[in-house]
């Protein structure tokens, strides 16, 4: 059958020449891009996963950019913590050698002194200066705040991590189950029948003495204190005129000992050594770790340590406070939830708040400028005790810090990296092009197209072959 009006064949070959070329355009599309999915079109399910994964890209992206910038303020920090921590060094060794009264002049003293106050001067100076991108580190405003810390029952709270709730207030409840006590030996009230030399040991040393016929209760307790100090162990007369040895620190490791070095009789104490208690307890149910009076809690989401004064921790009960802020917080995960975010306290490292508990009182480490409490000419052994317990304290938020560094901060780069690299090559998958099988789609369509050219240049041909049947 011979038509002019309509050409079948010419529509056949021009439907079939369009896809050839919508194929040619998608495969120019897809090797021009390497993009797989250039548009919705393309793969409506596979745009929808491959823009979810790219957003996931995009958090993961920015979660080691933030855990990196978290490292870098908390070497900072850390830095600056070591220079103080020098400077504290050096102020102990002064403390130490202006002790030594007897070898040294007043003025050499004088000079000890002017050296500690020129480096507690550094210190604060130290503290001025450390920041971050503006924001000042070791001065307290990143330290944890609190409410309801009660000073009767804790003379130094020390809040070293916590994760808050939404609310960004966290209820604490210290329980003391477990009463700090100090090791306690009882001895006898009558005089001594014959002459002894024993040997008093404590938590510090070692000292002994020789106690003639006659000597009285109250005579022993006398010649232990004047060397309490030495020893760690405080003398005392009971209610019923025996004496007492009770170790001047409280907890596990705190010991008093009366050994008998004479032979014949038997001085009343003498026997195996004995130990205090720890205190013990929990916190808010979760068990806390007991070091004489200090409860210690280093849990995933809370990490602090509290010295318990004696009238508290000494016993058993009760105390409530609670987290009400502060600290600094880092977003270390890519979804904004608590679990994914860590909070560290910066606590501030001026002289004028740095400090130690010292005879269950807090001292603070600026008494020992001159004319202040604790200088070396007010009271050196405070002095001594003060800048100890700093230098513990610097120690260990310094150790602190490097354990975020190690254990939280580089474990979380690492593992972001990890789903990083996966979740890219999901992404991959699903959205980039396969160039060894588009070029061979390219290379199809390019043929179909020049041969649909050539079959639709034909079937336009085709009704010209009527005028052979008209006549001439």
Do not use: C, W
């Amino acid at each position: 059958m011979s038509r002019i009006n309509t050409n079948v064949p010419s529509l056949i070959g021009r439907i079939h020449l369009s896809r050839s070329n919508q194929d040619l355009q998608l495969a120019l599309d897809r090797l021009s891009t390497g993009l797989r999915i250039n548009s919705g079109r393309d793969d409506p399910a596979g745009l929808i996963a491959s823009e979810q994964f790219a957003s996931g890209i995009g958090s993961v992206r920015k979660a080691i950019s933030n855990t990196q910038q978290a490292d870098h303020i908390i070497a900072t920090a850390n830095s600056a913590l070591g220079q103080i921590s020098r400077l504290l060094n050096d102020i102990r060794g002064l403390v130490t050698e202006a002790a030594n009264r007897g070898a040294l002049s007043d003025d050499q003293v004088a000079a000890n002194q002017l050296q500690i106050d020129s480096s507690l001067e550094a210190i604060d100076r130290i503290v001025a200066i450390t920041s971050f991108q503006g924001k000042k580190l070791l001065d307290g405003s990143l330290e944890f705040l609190t409410s309801g810390v009660s000073t009767g029952n804790i003379a130094n709270l020390v809040i070293n991590q916590a994760t808050l709730p939404a609310s960004g207030n966290l209820s604490l409840t210290l329980n003391v189950t477990t009463a700090a006590a100090k090791a306690t030996v009882t001895g006898s009230n009558a005089n001594l029948a014959q002459t002894f030399v024993v040997e008093v040991a404590g938590t510090r040393g070692i000292e002994v003495f020789t106690f003639d016929s006659g000597t009285t209760p109250a005579q022993i307790v006398s010649a232990i204190n004047l060397v309490s100090d030495a020893i760690g162990v405080d003398a005392s007369l009971s209610g019923t005129g025996a004496y007492v040895l009770t170790s001047k620190d409280y907890g596990a490791n705190a010991f008093v000992e009366i050994r008998q070095i004479t032979s014949g009789g038997s001085f009343a104490g003498v026997g195996p050594r004995t130990y205090g208690v720890d205190v013990g307890g929990n916190i808010n149910g979760e068990s806390f770790t007991g070091r004489g009076l200090t409860a210690s809690l280093n849990a995933a989401t809370l990490d602090l340590s509290a010295d318990l004064t004696t009238t508290f921790g000494a016993t058993t009960g009760s105390t409530s406070f609670s987290i009400i802020g502060g600290g600094a917080l880092f977003q270390l995960g890519p979804d904004v939830v608590p679990n994914q975010q860590v909070r560290v306290a910066l606590d501030s490292a001026s002289t004028s708040q740095l400090g130690s508990t010292v005879n269950a009182l807090y001292r603070r480490l600026y008494e020992l400028r001159e004319g202040q409490a604790a200088d070396l000419d007010s009271d050196p052994t405070s002095a001594f005790q003060i800048v100890d317990g700093v230098i513990n304290r610097v120690t260990s938020l310094r150790g602190v810090l490097g354990a975020i560094q190690r254990t939280t901060l580089e474990t979380n780069v690492a593992a972001l990296n990890e789903t990083l690299v996966n979740l890219t090559e999901a992404q991959s998958d699903i959205r980039d092009t396969d160039f060894a099988e588009e070029t061979a789609r390219l290379t199809r369509a390019q043929i179909l197209v020049q041969s649909g050219s050539s079959v639709l240049q034909i079937s336009n041909q085709n009704p010209r072959n009527v005028l052979a049947l008209l006549p001439q």
